[in-house]
């Protein structure tokens, strides 16, 4: 299951997106390896569409980058707030039509998806790159991976990564991330729950395929049974959670 998602049978490219689907597995990669996958304006939506049309057959989706980083993060170059071309600054609104709200579509978008994600990380995956790794609700870092969001160096505070990331690990690993600015190694992501493997370089790929491999085997509503139950589960007392448990596991086994 290489970078481009070669390994994959029907394979199409949406703006700087590739998506690639088969075996049960959905591949959505990140394409643009020369300046470390920085997300410019409309891949946020190509994203969120590309989530959004997933097969019936898919089972898991995979989130990837290619070359040597999984996302350095926006692309302030073309973001609405930029004045690099001596644009003027942006209404709110403008703001939340063309940024905010596109962003919280995609991230609301990884978390109904009635499928796991698992997103692949190699080098940099710095703030929107840090957020679309930790929204997924698995992550395989390489050794090198390495973990930031540094908004705060620019006064901006990164109040939508955090919301991807809140139930994800700690608020107080979010605010020191936020406030210290600080880099984590993929060990460290590991310590604090942000990553959940860890692997060189070199078995990142493979460790990913034996993941992909081992879930895509599974029947599909065991596959969605388990998904729904993550994502609804945590808001329910003790007593509701049992009971949905039960629900769900009664609903596949007298499914089949």
Not at 77 to 99: D, V, Y
Request: net charge neutral.
């Amino acid at each position: 299951m290489g970078a481009g998602g070669e390994s994959f049978g029907r394979e199409g490219r949406l703006s700087d997106i590739t998506v690639s689907t088969a075996g049960g597995a959905c591949r959505i990669g990140l394409n643009r390896p020369e300046c470390g996958n920085l997300v410019k304006a409309g891949m946020v939506e190509a994203l969120t569409n590309a989530l959004q049309s997933i097969g019936g057959d898919v089972k898991l989706v995979v989130v990837a980058g290619g070359g040597a980083d999984f996302c350095k993060g926006r692309d302030y170059q073309s973001a609405p707030e930029s004045a690099a071309s001596g644009r003027t600054a942006p209404s709110a609104l403008e703001i939340r039509e063309r940024m905010t709200g596109p962003m919280m579509t995609l991230y609301t978008a990884l978390r109904e998806l009635p499928v796991p994600t698992l997103s692949v990380v190699q080098g940099a995956a710095y703030g929107f790159g840090c957020a679309l790794a930790g929204a997924c609700d698995m992550t395989v870092a390489a050794e090198s991976a390495r973990f930031r969001l540094p908004e705060m160096g620019r006064g901006l505070p990164p109040t939508l990564a955090m919301s991807a990331l809140w139930d994800r690990i700690a608020p107080r690993t979010i605010g020191y991330l936020v406030y210290s600015t600080a880099e984590l190694t993929a060990l460290e992501a590991l310590a604090v729950g942000l990553a959940n493997a860890v692997v060189p370089d070199a078995d990142l790929e493979q460790r990913a395929a034996a993941l992909v491999d081992n879930v895509c085997k599974q029947p599909r509503d065991a596959v969605r049974a388990v998904k729904e139950y993550l994502r609804e589960a945590p808001a329910m007392p003790a007593a509701g959670r049992g009971g949905f448990g039960a629900s769900l596991f009664a609903g596949v086994l007298s499914s089949r």
